[in-house]
């Protein structure tokens, strides 16, 4: 049993029986499982410490404020920011890049200025890249992919040029699992004079973040994706920029003075923090990269990678199976189809068959567009599968292909 076999125990929700039988959860791409630490961290807030934050004169507020704050630092350090003031929280991923292009985008973009994507991104790092370009007359540009889902470096040296005010890329494809590699496509960037902003979501899990070694602007992460809470996000940027760009939504907490004739801000992170935030997720955040911590990147990866490259080989052994993205290097996730089936077929029987995966365009239209399918069945792995899981997987698929064929 390798280390990491212990890691199932610290997840309640794999110890329940599903119609009777054990689930097999292979969508931790969507949502990861959390573990006991974030659970009862949640609990314990709202138990015994509720109050606001930033606020109060009293006892639990003081409290409320100090974990608030030692969650920013928490996150300080996952990410390797310089300054605790680098580290905004918002609601996910999707919040922190609609911060963003509002925010940076509608004071910096201008007409024809170019804001340059890739074919693999996330509804959630186009379509807010869109509005602002709406808003502003600024350009979408694309990077194609290479027929084995990496990046097409020829084209990106082709598209990046001294019109590309903005760079916003994927650190990992959620559908592909190809890990973009960020200092390289950061560097490339700089050299124009671009801004980077990384879309960190499906990266978090499985990867350390150094948002100092890498260069990057701006990082952008939801909690969810990584042991943590809903409704808790991070958005990282540089102090530079992040202290010229205005607020994206105003109200409390995010001013300086108010009156009916002018409002002055708050300093950031406070200033992009308007309202009360989600006070129980961002404490509860800490645990779940301190739960990271515990079994350090390097085990995690050996394990997720050892049974992402068992599911790949034998999907590759069912005839008719089309697998896409990238063979190795990747994210612990498979993406394929079945020739002639639908996927959302595929999935409904692996359902029954209690494996839990994601069926769809996964959020990335553009993408299925050259891939040439309308969705993809994808199985993604975390630190409590284990190669029962892949095995359960793999019978369920030539199950599912052997009654809809
Ligand atoms: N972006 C998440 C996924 O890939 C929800 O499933």
Redesign the pocket.
Known sequence: MSSMEKARADFPVLTQKIRGKNLVYLDS???ALKPWPVIERISLFNSYETANVHRGAHYLADQATRYFEESRAAVRDFVHARASEEIIFTKGATESLNLLAQSWGRVNLHANDEILLTRME?H?NIVPWQMVAQQTGAKIKVVELTPDGQLDRQDLARKLSPLTKVFAFTACS??LGTINPVAELVSAAKAVGAITVVDG??FVANHAVDVQAWGVDFFAFSGH?VFGPYGVGVLYGRQELLRSMPPYQGGGSMIAKVTFAETTYNESPFRFEAGTPNIEAVIALKPALEYVGKWGWAAIQEHENELVQKARAGLREIAGVRLFGPSQGTAPLVSFVIEGIHHSDVGQILDQENVAV?VGH??TQPLMEVLGVTGTV?ASFSVYNNTQDVELFLKAVAKAKEMLS
């Open positions: 791409a969507a949502t996330h959630a959620n559908t979501a499906q994706k994601r996964h959020c994808r």
